[in-house]
């Protein structure tokens, strides 16, 4: 079956530092990740995806890495903000619409 | 545009009764899925919704129900409420199965007691 693990349930960052949030999954058949956000009282949102024929794939401050020989994905955030505290969440997906995720990490920066 | 709307915020139910959630999607988006959240675990995928048909269901017993009508708006049922059913639920919604990404709902606080 599908499992997608996060490596560190929680990490802590200074403002201004860069934090990498690291994430396995095990299905080599999977072809399509998602990183999202859920900040506390809300729903997980969008931050980046990736499909498998990519290794890197950067947006605002964000870039999701994809090493598929090791079945691993990271999201690195440049220089971390206050607003950026919450759990981050991968996702991974080959059958559509169904997604597994992984138990999420929380992310707290320390100001 | 309006994101993906989730009533009610929050319920309280006793063991043993039966609650209905709902779903709007955005508009124009006909799938839709279902997750539970509960704490220390991860997102866990009930069903998948796509033009009143469910496409794909996780494993949860039967307890737990959906349905989706013609204007792409969903309902989740769980009868016989039991403790453990406690937990966030999660709807999501986008254009089509396969297409990119997903849009979340804030949820439903869903509380058993």
């Known amino acids: 079956g599908e499992s997608v693990g996060l490596h560190l349930p929680t990490l802590s960052v200074q403002e201004g530092d860069n934090s990498i949030i690291n994430c396995a999954y095990s299905?080599?058949?999977?072809?399509?990740f998602i990183w999202y956000k859920q900040e506390s009282g809300k729903g997980p949102q969008f931050i980046i995806d990736?499909?498998?024929?990519?290794d890197k794939r950067q947006g605002q401050r964000v870039t999701v890495l994809l090493n598929k020989t090791v079945k691993h994905l990271s999201l690195q955030i440049a220089a971390t903000q206050p607003g950026d505290s919450a759990v981050y969440f991968c996702a991974e997906s080959n059958t559509g619409n169904q997604f597994y995720f992984g138990t999420g990490t929380s992310l707290t920066v320390i100001p | 545009k309006a994101g993906v709307t989730q009533t009610p915020r929050y319920l309280i139910k006793t063991r043993g009764q039966q609650v209905t959630l709902s779903c709007s999607p955005i508009?124009?988006?006909?799938?839709v899925s279902w997750y539970q959240q509960t704490p220390g675990q991860g997102l866990q995928f009930l069903f998948e919704?796509?033009?009143?048909?469910?496409?794909n269901k996780g494993n949860f017993p039967g307890r737990f129900s959906g349905r989706q009508f013609s204007n792409s708006r969903s309902e989740m049922n769980v009868s016989t409420l039991e403790l453990g059913d406690s937990a966030l639920y999660l709807c999501?919604?986008?254009?089509?199965?396969?297409?990119?990404?997903?849009?979340f709902g804030s949820g439903t606080r869903l509380t058993v007691v």
């Open positions: 990736i499909r498998s024929n990519m």
């Open positions: 299905n080599s058949a999977s072809d399509y």
């Open positions: 999501a919604s986008s254009l089509g199965p396969g297409v990119d990404g997903y849009t």
């Open positions: 919704y796509f033009s009143e048909t469910q496409r």
């Open positions: 508009s124009g988006h006909r799938s």
